[in-house]
């Protein structure tokens, strides 16, 4: 089994910069993504990190320690259309030999002008 | 590449009454995944096919549940004797495999159990 813990909920100004954290306890890890959820849509993809270090994509980028459990997603130049929920999902070995991404409860960010 | 695309967008059903959802994959994905969300989670795997074959399925999914994918293409998802607790988004996503295996969600169904 796993664990993935992340905040609830954040809250951050047009314009600024957030980072969401998400920790987790697994074996067999192989890969870590994040997911962009508007409500009431389906998860879409923003992220993935398998190695330790820092992926930059545009406003978006996410970082992964393996040996502290540990990852990050950091949003710059906040946008009101970024409020949304972000979810950390981790793929790890799962009983019948297969890996499957595990996904945490999500961070519910809300940007204010 | 229409996306994935899934069936009934929505369903309301009596307790006890069985249902059955679809999900159709992007065309050229072989592996699918079906997942439960409720408000204020993250979605919870249900069940993995890799073409025809479910390979994994969740120690938590009652026998109630059951996934098909017959041709290794769309996949159902039934539910028998349902309750209310089953009252969720159903949500399927798809994949192609090789090294990051991106999944790519349908846009669900919302199944309310009165």
């Known amino acids: 089994g796993q664990n993935i813990d992340q905040p609830t909920e954040m809250t951050a100004t047009e314009g600024a910069i957030v980072q969401i954290n998400c920790t987790y306890q697994t074996s067999g890890f192989n890969g870590l993504f994040w997911y962009q959820q508007h409500a009431g849509e389906a998860p879409t993809f923003l992220s993935y990190n398998v190695l330790d270090g820092l992926e930059e994509k545009g406003r978006f980028s996410s970082f992964l320690s393996r040996s502290k459990g540990y990852s990050y997603l950091l949003l710059k130049e906040l946008q009101m259309k970024d409020s949304a929920s972000y979810l950390c999902?981790?793929?790890?070995?799962?009983?019948?030999?297969?890996?499957?991404?595990?996904f945490g409860r999500g961070t519910s960010l809300i940007v204010h002008p | 590449d229409t996306g994935v695309s899934q069936n009934p967008r929505h369903k309301i059903t009596k307790r006890g009454q069985n249902v059955t959802f679809r999900c159709d994959p992007i065309?050229?994905?072989?592996?699918l995944y079906w997942y439960r969300q409720t408000l204020g989670q993250g979605p919870e795997f249900l069940t993995y096919f890799q073409n025809e074959a479910q390979l994994e399925k969740s120690r938590l999914l009652s026998d109630r549940f059951s996934a098909e994918r017959p041709k290794g293409s769309f996949s159902t998802l039934e539910i028998q004797r349902t309750e209310q607790g089953d009252s969720a988004m159903y949500l399927c996503?798809?994949?192609?495999?090789?090294?990051?295996?991106?999944?790519?969600f349908g846009p669900g169904t919302r199944l309310l159990v009165l």
């Open positions: 065309s050229e994905h072989n592996r």
């Open positions: 996503a798809s994949s192609f495999g090789g090294r990051q295996e991106t999944q790519y």
């Open positions: 999902a981790v793929r790890d070995l799962q009983s019948g030999g297969s890996y499957i991404p595990t």
